[in-house]
C-alpha cells in the first residue's frame, strides 16, 4: 500500500497482533505467521496502527526499530502510554529489570502507582519510555502517545496540572488524552475541560460507546489541537460493556453497522477543518470486527467526498 502524503484521515485498528483476529483466519494470509510477516501485511492494508503492549510493559527501543524498519514511508504508530503514568496499578514486573530491583522491597510484592515509586525512579522510568519511542518519532512514524486516564481520573485542578505535567515530560512528542470518567464531560466540566485542553495544545480524543450507561463517555468531538484529533471506537455492546471483570475481546466484541458508522463520517470531516491529521481507531477488538470496520469507515469516508 502506498501511504498517499496528502491524506489527512487515516483509518487502523488498536492492535495488529491481537489474539482474536490471528485465530478468525478472515484477515492475515496463512503464510504470515510471524509478527514481522503480520505486520507487513497489516501495513499494506492500513496507515495507521494502534500499539498497547506499550501500556502493559514498559517498551523496548529495539522493537521500535523493528518497527520503523517494517512499515513503509507515510506508517504511523500511535502509541498508548505506560499504565505507571496514567494513575493505573501496575506490576513491578513490568518495569524493567534493574528499576524493579531498586524499589524498595515492599513495593515489589504487589501492584504500585507512580506515586509510591522514589522519584529518581519516576524520572529514569520517564526517560526509558521516551527512549525507547525514540526511533519511531526520529523516522517521522510516531502519532500520538495516548493516555488513557482512569475513572477514578476525577475533574480537578490536580488532574490538569498533572496532565500538563504529562505533556512536560513528554516534550518534543505529541500526546493526546482520554479520559474515562464522564464527569469531564458534563455540563460544569466541560467548557473548562476544552478551554485546558485547547490551550496545551492536546488532543481530546472522542470516543465511541455504547450510550446510557453511568460509565459512557458522551461523544464529544471538539478539536482541541490544530495538529491531530483523534477517534477511538470502542463498540456498542450494551450486555458486556459494564460487565465487571469482562476481558477485553468480550467488552468489545462489537460489529458495527454502516449506519452507526455513517454518523461519525460528518464529524471526522468536520474535525478535519480544524487538525492537520484526524486518526480513527477502531477498538473492537473481536475476531475481524476491528478490521472490517476500518475498511467500512475507510469506504464511507471516500464515498463522503465524491
Not at 58 to 76: C, H, I, Q, Y
Not at 106 to 117: A, G, V
Request: aromatic fraction near 12%; glycine fraction near 4%; proline fraction near 8%.
Amino acid at each position: 500500500m502506498w501511504h498517499d502524503p496528502t491524506v489527512t484521515v487515516k483509518v487502523g485498528i488498536a492492535g495488529w497482533i491481537d489474539k482474536s483476529l490471528i485465530d478468525s483466519r478472515q484477515f492475515y494470509p496463512m503464510n504470515a505467521k510471524s509478527s514481522e510477516e503480520r505486520l507487513n501485511f497489516y501495513a499494506s492494508q492500513f496507515s495507521l496502527v494502534e500499539v498497547d503492549s506499550t501500556y502493559y510493559g514498559m517498551p523496548k527501543k529495539e522493537n521500535s526499530d523493528l518497527w520503523v524498519a517494517r512499515t513503509p514511508a507515510g506508517f504511523t504508530f500511535d502509541v498508548k502510554s505506560f499504565s505507571l503514568f496514567t494513575n493505573h496499578p501496575t506490576k513491578p514486573m513490568a518495569l524493567p529489570k534493574d528499576i524493579r530491583d531498586q524499589l524498595p522491597e515492599k513495593l515489589r510484592e504487589k501492584n504500585i502507582y507512580l506515586e509510591q515509586m522514589p522519584p529518581e525512579l519516576v524520572d529514569e522510568s520517564w526517560d526509558r519510555f521516551r527512549d525507547a519511542l525514540e526511533p519511531l518519532r526520529a523516522a517521522g512514524k510516531l502519532g500520538a502517545v495516548f493516555f488513557q486516564f482512569p475513572p477514578w481520573f476525577l475533574p480537578s485542578s490536580r488532574s490538569l496540572a498533572y496532565v500538563e505535567q504529562c505533556q512536560e515530560r513528554m516534550f518534543g512528542f505529541q500526546v493526546a488524552v482520554e479520559f474515562r470518567k464522564p464527569e469531564w464531560m458534563d455540563a460544569r466540566h466541560l467548557e473548562g475541560t476544552i478551554a485546558f485542553l485547547r490551550s496545551r495544545d492536546i488532543p481530546l480524543v472522542a470516543v465511541d460507546v455504547p450510550p446510557g450507561h453511568k460509565t459512557s463517555m458522551p461523544p464529544v468531538y471538539d478539536v482541541t489541537s490544530s495538529k491531530l484529533a483523534v477517534v477511538r471506537f470502542h463498540g456498542r455492546n450494551h450486555d458486556t460493556w459494564d460487565l465487571k471483570g469482562a476481558p477485553p475481546n468480550l467488552r468489545f466484541r462489537y460489529d458495527y453497522k454502516d449506519e452507526e458508522l455513517t454518523e461519525w463520517v460528518p464529524r471526522i470531516k468536520e474535525m478535519e477543518k480544524s487538525a492537520k491529521e484526524v486518526h480513527a481507531l477502531m477498538n473492537n477488538n473481536y475476531s475481524n470486527y476491528s478490521v472490517k470496520n476500518a475498511k467500512q469507515l475507510e469506504k464511507l469516508l471516500e464515498a463522503w467526498q465524491k
